[in-house]
């Protein structure tokens, strides 16, 4: 993994972009794997300020998300296909029938599930995929203990991801128990990896992202057995580093 430490968020947003922008100016039909949470908001926010100044395009662009609340429709203002609408795809000019998320309301989700991963693999392996990760090690909505064979499937969401995903919603009893995530082994099929963390309350999550063995108790550990993984870290995030007095990486 490649590690670039950066001042602040807005420094890993930019970074995060411009990474984003080089891919797709080299190949326009990427296949752009997408994340959701409040990290990834800046990064798409440069993204659109370069659309609009520049013109880059996405017309081409097919993109695949990582994951949906269960019982969420998409105009539900917190189900990830409306943040994605939101934040980014209404701002950019991805054609609507390129845009995969999972349908959070499906009336059969494990059937959805199963759909979802042969839209996937009929499509070929995403080209980047952008990630970011839990306090507990999560990516996607994988959660510590999740198979590292395991493609996408239904997850019942760990406590304290109800509780870091509460502040989105009006009361505790909102906040959906359980997603449809792309699995680990459909997350590693990606050809690339662009994860990206910000944050003081992330920085035991990356230190232990650095230090601890590759363990399905902690899923993001998974990512050291991929060939290019990027990571962008901003200084907050790397605080629990630097108490630990770790040499940079
Ligand atoms: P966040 O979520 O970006 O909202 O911190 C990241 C994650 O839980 O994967």
């Given amino acids: 993994m490649k590690l670039i430490l950066v001042k602040d968020y807005q420094e890993m947003s930019k970074q995060a972009a411009e990474y984003v922008i080089e891919k797709l100016l080299q190949n326009p039909n990427m296949k752009l794997g997408l994340a959701t949470g409040g990290t990834p908001i800046g990064t798409y926010k440069f ?26 429709s998409a105009t539900n203002e917190n189900s990830y296909r409306y943040y994605m609408d939101d934040v980014f795809f209404n701002h950019i000019d991805i054609k609507k029938k390129n845009v995969h998320i999972p349908s959070g309301d499906a009336p059969d989700i494990q059937k959805e599930c199963e759909d979802y991963e042969k839209v996937l693999t009929k499509h070929g392996r995403v080209d980047l995929q952008i990630l970011g990760i839990g306090n507990n090690g999560h990516i996607g909505f994988n959660e510590p203990g999740t198979s590292f064979d395991s493609k996408t499937h239904i997850v019942n969401l760990a406590s304290s991801t109800i509780r870091a995903n509460s502040r989105y919603f009006e009361s505790m009893e909102e906040v959906p128990t359980r997603a449809v995530t792309m699995g680990i082994a459909t997350i590693m099929q990606s050809k690339e990896i662009l994860l990206l963390v910000s944050g003081e309350s992330k920085s035991k999550a990356l230190l232990k992202l650095w230090e601890n063995e590759v363990d399905e108790y902690f899923p993001a550990s998974v990512l050291k057995k991929h060939p290019a993984v990027t990571v962008i870290a901003d200084e907050a995030a790397y605080v629990e580093w630097k108490a630990n007095n770790r040499a940079f990486a």
Avoid: A, C, P
């Fill in 47 to 72: 993204l659109i300020e370069d659309h609009k100044r520049n013109g880059t395009s996405y017309q081409n662009v097919k993109s695949f998300n990582l994951d949906e609340y269960v019982g969420l």
